[in-house]
């Protein structure tokens, strides 16, 4: 597996659960860490990703909420989700990608975050 996510959970409306994603037996070098999500009956979408020169970009939905952080040497991302809303509930999903060649796009397995009072 080259991509291992954990830290999904239940947590109440106003909780905090942090992700973290192991991409270090992944590829690596001008790459972009990202988390997904996919609720559902809805399309994947992207919550948060940063590069490796440290640009982040974030979903309009999560701005001030959630913080994206990397490890370049252990070529690692976590996710630290403060505020949860309802609306937070799905399977996040780890991705390591580069666009530039060697392209690569590779994805973890998914840990389910679930919102509930």
């Known amino acids: 597996v080259q991509l291992q996510a954990s830290g999904g959970g239940l947590v109440q409306p106003g909780g905090s659960l942090r992700l973290s994603c192991d991409a270090s037996?992944?590829?690596?070098?001008?790459?972009?860490l990202g988390w997904y999500r996919q609720a559902p009956g809805k399309r994947r979408e992207l919550v948060a990703s940063?590069?490796?020169?440290?640009?982040?970009r974030y979903a309009d939905s999560v701005k001030g909420r959630f913080t994206i952080s990397r490890d370049n040497r252990k070529n690692t991302v976590d996710l630290q989700m403060n505020s949860l809303q309802l609306e937070d509930t799905g399977v996040y999903y780890c991705?390591?990608?580069?666009?530039?060649?060697?392209?690569?796009?590779?994805w973890g397995q998914g840990t389910q975050v679930t919102v509930s009072s």
């Open positions: 991705n390591n990608k580069r666009s530039v060649t060697p392209v690569f796009d590779y």
């Open positions: 037996k992944s590829l690596r070098g001008a790459n972009t």
């Open positions: 940063v590069t490796s020169g440290g640009t982040t």
